[in-house]
Nanobody
Framework: QVQLVESGGGLVQAGGSLRLSCAASRSLFSINAMGWYRQAPGKQREMVAGLPGGGRTNYADSVKGRFRISSDNAKNTVYLQMNSLKPEDTAVYYC?????????????WGQGTLVTVSS
């Protein structure tokens, strides 16, 4: 099983930037897909950015052009660069990994990191 540890959350003013990091306990090449999700108070968890293995990155419409997902395979780390932050981006951000298990897949989640954007 893989473990994920997020970091980089915090308090930032609207218009500012943050970079979240997600360190995986094993090689990213052994993971089928990784992504970032977020959950705001009173709302359901939603996908923010996805990094499928060998596929194209994808983003929620609300963050396109502002957020960028990337990876450093040497560090087993996935990043989420967040620019032009808005108060509505305030949420707990979770790293997600989809790993093959037997004949199917297992979803693994990090502990989450809080991002607060002040107006």
């Amino acid at each position: 099983q893989v473990q994920l540890v997020e970091s980089g959350g915090g308090l930032v003013q609207a218009g500012g930037s943050l970079r979240l990091s997600c360190a995986a306990s094993r090689s990213l090449f052994s993971i089928n897909a990784m992504g970032w999700y977020r959950q705001a108070p009173g709302k359901q968890r939603e996908m923010v950015a996805g990094l499928p293995g060998g596929g194209r990155t994808n983003y929620a419409d609300s963050v396109k052009g502002r957020f960028r997902i990337s990876s450093d395979n040497a560090k087993n780390t996935v990043y989420l660069q967040m620019n032009s932050l808005k108060p509505e981006d305030t949420a707990v951000y979770y790293c997600n990994a989809r790993v093959a298990v037997g004949g199917g897949f297992s979803e693994v989640w990090g502990q989450g990191t809080l991002v607060t954007v002040s107006s």
